[in-house]
């Protein structure tokens, strides 16, 4: 399905109006640990480890067999609330699940406490716990619809409908229940769930959002966005959940339950190129050797002679080593990132936000001066930041700036759990390659194509264009699910050509 221009704006989470993240995010991770003695510091350990998928506010549910079940959640850094020793005393047992939210902006306003994960339903049969990472793309027909029938919402997140649907089931069991809710829902889903005994993991179909099993101990378990946080709490990796998978994990032992009609998995390319961290396994494959692979092809479809291969960091420095090698230009720090910058820590008035980059990054003038450099990053979204980058280098002397992107134009939104801009405000949208280089001002500028991005990942014969591999509705505009949603406001499909 390609999606063509809306005849009006969508209410979509933005990014921040004044440009200073120009960047696609993520909008949550999820963390799951059963059969360890104070489960919820394990979980505090992971969600450190996911922290880069959501920013914003962070939650952890526990279940003791003496107390029952206990929640906190917090906005700000894991590292910042999670850590307090009087916290986690509150959140005793060998069981409990966690999440990290990223923070958006746009017509849904600012997060309250109460859209924090996971949610909490309390069920005939005893309470269950979820936290979800995705998006549910026909969550406001199924909210009108479930409100209609008399149910009472607490907090403005789609993933609250799976409780209330999970609620209405007519089954015995919560995980029978949560396959029923599921069946409802359509979109991308990872989610990790928790009764008083059990540990639940599931994917959606289409496999659109990453989820793994690990091993702790002999019987011990965990569920998590990805393998970088298995590490940080020493977990062997097992496997990934399967795309339509289900797997519940009670006394130490993990069963497998298909709840879907199969489906050819669509998992997000975009995963490889920005989301997921670079020391993670995603396929079987290392994301960072996949992101340099990628520099790799982009040398090969974009060569341009210059003297520097400067990384925009941190997210662009993979691609830029895979560059260098293999177009033998030198690889070089050129801008070095400030590693302790969070939020702007004065008032932010107009002119510290024009600030915002140089606030991040800082040009190095005594490598710079002179030099032809070529600049790698991950994507351009609305090009606010790459002009900014671009303004940087050339005050410090350069000669000329070329910049290689280690994704194809971004020219569609995302409806499956990434913060994205309304599509009028994506460069790509409005605009060729040629038109953003001259509104970059820059000597050149080249993407990555869609078949260079497809062998990066490791599918030699690149796209397959009847039948695409990988979600990659960001660049081709192909849904792999209908956004139900947004078409009833005005969003148009039609069949790809």
């Not at 089954?171 to 949560?178: A, G, L, S, T, Y």
């Not at 993990?254 to 709840?259: A, F, L, N």
Request: net charge negative.
């Amino acid at each position: 399905m390609r999606a063509m221009p809306p005849a009006h704006p969508f209410d979509f989470d933005g990014l921040s109006d004044s440009g200073e993240d120009d960047k696609l995010h993520e909008e949550c991770g999820v963390f799951g640990v059963t059969g360890m003695a104070e489960a919820a510091n394990f979980v505090a350990l992971g969600l450190h480890a996911l922290q880069h998928r959501g920013q914003e506010a962070g939650g952890i549910v526990s279940y003791d067999p003496v107390s029952g079940f206990h929640s906190a959640r917090r906005f700000g850094y894991i590292r910042d609330n999670f850590t307090k020793q009087s916290l986690m005393e509150t959140l005793p047992g060998e069981l409990a699940i966690g999440h990290v939210r990223y923070s958006t902006a746009g017509s849904k306003g600012a997060t309250q406490i109460r859209d924090v994960q996971p949610f909490f339903g309390e069920f005939s049969m005893g309470g269950a716990a979820i936290a979800h990472n995705g998006n549910i793309t026909n969550a406001e027909a199924l909210r009108r619809e479930l409100i209609e029938r008399g149910s009472i919402f607490q907090s403005a997140s789609d993933s609250e409908c799976i409780i209330h649907l999970m609620a209405r089931s007519l089954q015995r069991k919560v995980p029978e229940r949560m396959m029923d809710a599921l069946r409802r829902v359509e979109g991308a889903f990872s989610i990790v769930a928790m009764t008083r005994t059990k540990l639940i993991g599931v994917r959606d179909p289409l496999g659109v959002r990453p989820l793994v099993l690990g091993r702790l101990a002999e019987g011990a378990w965990a569920l998590s966005s990805e393998t970088c946080a298995l590490d940080i709490i020493g977990a062997e990796f097992v496997r990934e959940v399967e795309p339509g998978e289900m797997v519940v994990i009670e006394d130490g032992e993990v069963t497998s339950h298909q709840p879907f009609r199969p489906s050819k998995p669509r998992f997000c390319i975009f995963e490889h190129v920005y989301f997921s961290r670079p020391d993670s396994i995603l396929g079987g494959r290392s994301v960072y050797e996949t992101r340099r692979q990628i520099g790799v092809e982009l040398a090969r479809e974009a060569p341009v002679e210059a003297d520097l291969v400067c990384p925009v960091p941190d997210s662009g420095t993979p691609a830029a080593i895979g560059f260098s090698q293999e177009s033998g230009i030198p690889y070089a720090m050129g801008i070095i990132r400030n590693q302790y910058m969070g939020r702007t820590f004065i008032e932010p008035t107009e002119q510290i936000r024009n600030m915002g980059v140089r606030l991040k990054l800082n040009v190095n003038r005594a490598l710079i001066k002179g030099k032809r450099v070529i600049l790698v990053d991950d994507s351009v979204v609305r090009g606010t930041t790459s002009r900014k980058i671009k303004e940087m280098i050339l005050d410090a002397g350069a000669a000329e700036v070329h910049f290689r992107i280690a994704s194809p134009p971004t020219a569609w939104p995302c409806f499956y759990g990434v913060d994205t801009p309304q599509r009028e405000k994506l460069l790509a949208a409005t605009m060729s390659e040629d038109e953003m280089r001259a509104h970059l001002e820059v000597n050149s500028l080249r993407f990555i194509s869609l078949d260079g991005l497809y062998r990066a990942v490791g599918e030699a014969g690149g796209r397959n264009a009847a039948q695409p591999q990988y979600c990659d509705a960001c660049f081709s505009g192909e849904y792999p699910v209908e956004p139900a949603d947004q078409i009833s406001k005005g969003f148009i499909l039609k069949a790809a050509e």
